[in-house]
């Protein structure tokens, strides 16, 4: 069982920043892939970015690609995703998920989900 609670959401200027944290509980965090997702008002939740148990390997969605960077300390239980150059259709309440087998982009692979943290970019 992964327990996971995500942080950092908040209000921002179009052209900002905002860093998330994901920490989680449990043992084997190390054990899991993880990934981001979001879900915008009326939309269907998107992969964002995923990190692989290591966190060697990573990708992300196209619309994120080089503005966005996952990162994850195992030491520390814990999963970042580092937002800049923020864009008002980043508005969406940001998750972190984790899978027991590998980081997809695909929601269904995710076992645990945190509760989500809110992120608004203002134009």
């Known amino acids: 069982q992964v327990h996971l609670v995500e942080s950092g959401g908040g209000l921002v200027q179009a052209g900002g920043s905002l860093r998330l944290s994901c920490a989680a509980s449990?043992?084997?965090?190390?054990?899991?892939?993880l990934g981001w997702f979001r879900q915008a008002p009326g939309k269907e939740r998107e992969f964002v970015a995923r990190?692989?148990?290591?966190?060697?390997?990573?990708s992300y969605a196209d619309s994120v690609k080089g503005r966005f960077t996952i990162s994850r300390d195992n030491a520390k239980n814990t999963v970042y995703l580092q937002m800049n150059s923020l864009k008002p259709e980043d508005t969406a309440v940001y998750y972190c998920?984790?899978?027991?087998?590998?980081?997809?982009?695909?929601?269904?692979?995710?076992?645990?989900w945190g509760q989500g943290t809110q992120v608004t970019v203002s134009s």
């Open positions: 998920a984790a899978s027991r087998y590998g980081e997809s982009v695909f929601a269904t692979s995710y076992d645990y």
């Open positions: 990190i692989s148990r290591s966190g060697e390997g990573t």
């Open positions: 449990g043992r084997t965090f190390s054990a899991y892939g």
